[in-house]
């Protein structure tokens, strides 16, 4: 929007705001049902619908109370995971994701979509991990703005989140991030930045813990000295579902929004309590008038409104979006193939040839267990969902004898079948919002039956569905194949076929090291403060002194484990194929302003397949408290068997800067650098030295 048209809008915006009422301004900015603010029926405003979640529109629940409507037409699409999106490594498919997202949420009526997810993937605990991108703030920030755009292409608000360094469960309500300025700017704000820079999004959650000792939802120097001053964000601030606790604070950290989980909205602090200081003159009306410019601007963004000589009229050409269509069903299964991460195929034991398999047998409670439903707020309503059984069912027909079997039946079928499939991990009992894990082991006795199994049957394939790393140790060696598959909606058991029977050639690689229980990240110092009960009177008062100390700074995941040379079982990056890539003629060229990097990538197999090409960067000579490298660039290419691509990546060198403290900005230090060129952190094809 150029200059003259913005102005011309900022002044219609002044024009509005200048005729409400104190009253209609406040039923503005906060919840009046758990989802919904007020409009100004007599001058046209809407009221702004909002909905979870990251993985589809949630079901609809009645305005005042936590109890489904129990509608029959809140069935919806359920997305893959942002897990399972990241793990594509395909920006474009993140961008198919985000467009169906934002389709189904039109399609229901919505103008705001509590999505993505991309905290940092600090702790592999975390229950809410599979609703985060990864461990690696640049892949974040490249896969939410390409979610962002394809939501917000359907004139539906994204509304980013949690902001900010929600990265743990635990007291989640309580707890107080201190974490040093350099790794806040390096790793837990740069996807947010990216958001606000790149994607333009146009609404950001704000979070639930405090940060430097202030909750997030009335954190002046989160919401406005950097996000707003510093990165001239002018979309909306919402705070999460619950996190005001001031009145003051809040209006004054330039929080646009209050949503919670009561129904008294006239009590929420942006409501009565805000009006009665107003009247009193102990806050001005001017912040009421910044937030509903905000909430204007947004509404005309998402073409719901428009507004003439100050006059707001409804805008009958803002698209209608689509749910539950075979299109949206088509463009998600598409997104779970290549969401699908071979982590180990020796022998070739995969994929399994359909034609030639007589018996099969499957074991394991994620062969026939539904997801779609759990999670907290992520959870979906959906239209269908296909389990891991029904879709080798569905892809073999009625030539092959397939049998599920449980328990100890399986460990003597084992020996008898010629090919055994076992389909583990997590569930949404353990994958939820509110809670974090205890340790990244397997549940409920899979070490042991997986060894079982392995014994009985050496080629047994490993499948592995959870949201977030599981500990591989006990059996990782003997198995032969092992495939995980994060949270894939509604098709993912289709396409989890499809890679074990080759119909489908595996894509995705890790977006989160696959680390060991024994030497995982942050084993040492849980949480600050394991089984600590808060008082009543802390809850009451907020007044709990529960720091997190985010003392690893910016080596977090890959950062740490390789700084440290920590073994862990599978890298970041790292994903398989059944055909085999040479990375060939690798030129790296620095121009005044980038570092532009290409690899000729050769598929020397005997199958179509496609390969993500990783750029790492990292100082010659390695200071103290600088990882060994990091991505800095990435590119997923389809190659036909035979034949050779050219990838061409351009990193701006200010991308490989270092935030300094002293200065308060982001530095980059002249000198030695390596451009590491591989297709996973650990699988370096060629490296090349380079001066900045
Ligand atoms: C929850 C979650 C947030 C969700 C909101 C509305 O507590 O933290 O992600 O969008 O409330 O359900």
């Not at 047998?361 to 389990?387: F, M, P």
């Not at 802390?538 to 080596?555: D, I, R, S």
Request: charged fraction near 25%.
């Amino acid at each position: 929007m150029n200059t003259t048209t913005q102005k011309a809008l900022e002044n219609e915006l002044n024009a509005v705001v200048q005729s409400l009422t104190l009253d209609e301004k406040i039923g503005m900015i906060h919840g009046c049902t758990l989802f919904k603010t007020r409009g100004v029926e007599g001058k046209n405003i809407p009221p702004l619908i909002t909905s979870d979640g990251t993985m589809g529109v949630r079901a609809e629940y009645k305005d005042d109370e936590w109890a489904l409507n129990g509608n029959s037409q809140d069935y919806a699409s359920y997305c893959s995971s942002n897990t399972a999106i990241a793990s594509t490594w395909n920006v474009e498919f993140a961008r198919k994701s985000g467009a169906v997202l934002g389709k189904e949420a039109r399609g229901r009526g919505k103008d705001i979509i509590l999505a993505p997810g991309i905290n940092i993937k600090r702790n592999p605990l975390c229950g809410r991990n599979f609703e985060y991108l990864s461990e690696d703030p640049y892949l974040v920030g490249m896969m939410a703005v390409a979610i962002i755009e394809g939501i917000e292409n359907e004139d539906v608000a994204a509304c980013v989140k949690h902001f900010a360094l929600n990265s743990q469960e635990t007291e989640r309500f309580f707890v107080n991030v201190d974490v040093s300025e350099r790794a806040l700017r390096e790793i837990y704000l740069k996807g947010f930045e990216m958001a606000v820079k790149e994607a333009h999004v146009r609404s950001i959650m704000a979070a639930y813990n405090l940060y430097n000792g202030l909750h997030c939802c009335e954190n002046t120097r989160l919401l406005k000295e950097i996000l707003r001053d510093e990165w001239q964000f002018d979309g909306v601030i919402i705070s999460d579902w619950g996190g005001v606790h001031n009145t003051e604070n809040a209006v004054k950290s330039t929080l646009d929004i209050e949503m919670s989980v009561t129904p008294d909205f006239d009590d929420y602090y942006m409501a009565n309590p805000l009006k009665k200081m107003i009247n009193n003159g102990e806050i001005s009306e001017d912040y009421v008038d910044d937030k509903i410019r905000n909430i204007l601007r947004l509404m005309v963004r998402l073409n719901m409104i428009t507004i003439k000589d100050g006059i707001v009229s409804k805008n009958t050409a803002r698209k209608r979006g689509s749910y539950n269509t075979h299109e949206n069903r088509l463009d998600i299964l598409e997104v779970a193939r290549e969401a699908v991460i071979l982590l180990k195929n020796e022998d070739n034991v995969l994929p399994l040839d359909k034609e030639h398999v007589q018996k099969l047998l499957v074991v394991g409670d994620n062969a026939t267990t539904l997801h779609a439903n759990g999670g907290g707020s992520a959870e979906i309503k959906a239209l269908y969902e296909v389990s891991p059984m029904l879709g080798i069912c569905q892809l073999l027909g009625g030539n092959t004898e397939v049998k599920y079997a449980q328990g100890e039946e399986a460990i003597n079928l084992a020996k008898e079948y010629d090919n055994v499939i076992f389909v583990g991990g997590l569930s949404h009992d353990y994958d939820v919002e509110g809670k974090d894990r205890d340790n990244i082991c397997l549940v409920n006795g899979q070490d042991e039956m997986i060894n079982k199994l392995l014994d009985a049957n050496e080629n047994t394939i490993i499948c592995i569905i959870a949201g977030s790393v599981v500990d591989t140790s006990k059996w990782k060696d003997k198995a032969k194949a092992i495939i995980y598959m994060p949270y894939n909606g509604m098709e993912g058991g289709t396409a989890l076929a499809e890679v074990i029977f080759g119909d489908v050639n595996p894509s995705g690689k890790l977006s989160e090291t696959f680390c060991y229980e024994d030497s995982r990240i942050l084993k040492d110092d849980e949480l600050a403060y394991p089984g600590r009960v808060l008082s009543e009177d802390e809850k009451k008062n907020m007044n709990a002194n529960l720091t997190q100390v985010f003392k690893e700074g910016v080596l977090v995941g890959y950062r740490y484990y390789e700084k440290y040379n920590i073994p862990v079982a599978f890298p970041f990056g790292h994903g398989l194929s059944y055909t085999k890539f040479e990375y060939q003629n690798v030129k790296v060229d620095v121009t005044d302003k980038d570092i532009v990097v290409e690899v000729m990538v050769a598929n020397v197999g005997k199958v179509v397949g496609k390969e993500v090409v990783q750029v790492y960067i990292g100082e010659k000579n390695v200071s103290e408290d600088n990882p060994i490298k990091e991505l800095k660039a990435f590119s997923k290419v389809e190659v036909e068997q035979g034949t050779s691509k050219s990838v061409v990546m351009t990193i701006p060198k200010e991308s490989i800067a270092h935030f300094d403290e002293e200065k308060g900005s982001f530095l980059l230090k002249e000198g030695e650098y390596v451009v590491y060129v591989g297709a996973s952190l650990e699988d370096i094809r060629a490296k090349e030295d380079i001066l900045i």
